[in-house]
C-alpha cells in the first residue's frame, strides 16, 4: 500500500476507526471478531497482529484457546462469518433474526460486526495476493496443494501493447445491447481456466493451525456458473441495490459514519490511476480498471446492467482472471511466485493496484449482500 500513499490513508482512516472509533461494540469483541474473519481464510498474518491486540486491550486469554471457550453471543457470529467469506448470497432475513431474537444482537452492533468480517476478509486477499503472509520465508518451497493455475514460466497471452490496442478499439465502439444479449453476456464470462481443486481446498483448511477459530471447515466457494445451471440463485443486480443509492446510507445510519470512510476508499481505489501501463505513459486504464472491479462483483454474482461484460474477456487474460479468482475466493491458495509472474510486463505498483482493487471490490461485493438483508429485515 506503500505505492499509494493517498489511498493508505483512506486505508488507515477506515481500519482504526472501525477498530478504535466510536462504535457500538467492545473493543475486545472488534478483535476477535476481526480474528474469526481472518481465519477463515488461515491467514496467520492477520490473525496473530489481532490475538496481540486482543490481549493488549483487555481480552481474556482463555478465548485464543477457541470458539468453543468465547461467550454465546459472540460464536454465534461464526455461521455470517463463514456465508460471507465464502458465499455471500447465501446470507438470509433468518440470519438476521436469529441473531437479533435468539443471541441478542443489536443491529448497530451486528452492522458493525459485518463491516469488520468484510473488512478483515477482503485483507486477507490482499495479504496473500501480494505474498505478504509468505515474507517469513520467501524461499520455502511452496506445498503443491497450494498451486493455482498461474505455474511455470509462461510468456503472458496478451503484450502490454495489445492490451493498450484492444483498449483502444472498444473506446472506439459504440454499441447497444438488448438485456437479453447484456445477460449472456455476464454468463459467458470466460471462468473455464479458473477451476480449482476443493478437495485440496478442504485439506488445507484441516491442517490449519487455526481450526479451533473455524467451524465448518468444508464449507467453501461455489462457483457462479456452477450455480446458475440451477437457477436457485438469481443474480444480484446493481440497478436493484447499489452501494450509492442503498448499501452507503444505511450502513451510515446504523454505524455512525463509517459509510463515509468506505465510500471514499471504494472510489480512491477503484479511480487512482497513474496513467502508466507496463512502463508505458498516458495511458488511460479506466477500461482495464472497470473490468477488473465488474469481473470481481462478477464472481460474487453481481452484475451490473450498464456493463458489456464481453471486454472482460478481452482485456483480462485467463491467468490474470484466475489469479483475481483465486484471491477473492481462496486467497489462501496463493503464493508470493504467483504474485511475481501474473502480468510479467507490469510494474510492481501497477499489481499492487490490481490487490487494492481486488481487496474493496470484495469487501463491497459482500457489503451489498449483507446491507440488503439487514434492509429487509427493517421493513
Known sequence: MGDHPDYLKLFLS?????????GALPWDYRHYIAIMAAARHQCDYLVDIQKEMFLEHGGDSAWLQGLDCVPDKLRSLNEINKILAHRPWLLCKSHIIRLTKESNWSLAELVHAIVILAHFHSLASFVFGCGINDQDDPDAPVNNSKKILILGNVEPEVRVDQLMERMRTLSQREEEFSVEEQTQRF???????????IENSRVLKQTSGLGHFIEDTEFTYQDFQRRGETGDFPTFRVQDY??????????????????????????????MTYYTMGGNKDV????????IWNYIHCVFGIRHDDYDYGEVNQLLERSLKAYIKSTCCYPERVATRDFAQVLAEFEHSEKVHINLMVQEARMQAELLYALRVVMNHMK
Open 284 to 291: 488511460d486504464t479506466s477500461r482495464f480498471r472497470r473490468a
Open 14 to 22: 477506515t481500519h482504526n476507526f472501525i477498530l478504535r472509533g466510536d
Open 187 to 197: 454468463l459467458r464470462v470466460d471462468h473455464r481456466d479458473q477451476t480449482i481443486d
Open 242 to 271: 447499489s452501494w450509492e443509492d442503498h448499501g452507503y446510507s444505511l450502513v451510515n445510519r446504523l454505524y455512525n459514519d463509517v459509510g463515509n470512510l468506505l465510500d471514499a476508499k471504494f472510489k480512491k481505489a477503484y479511480n
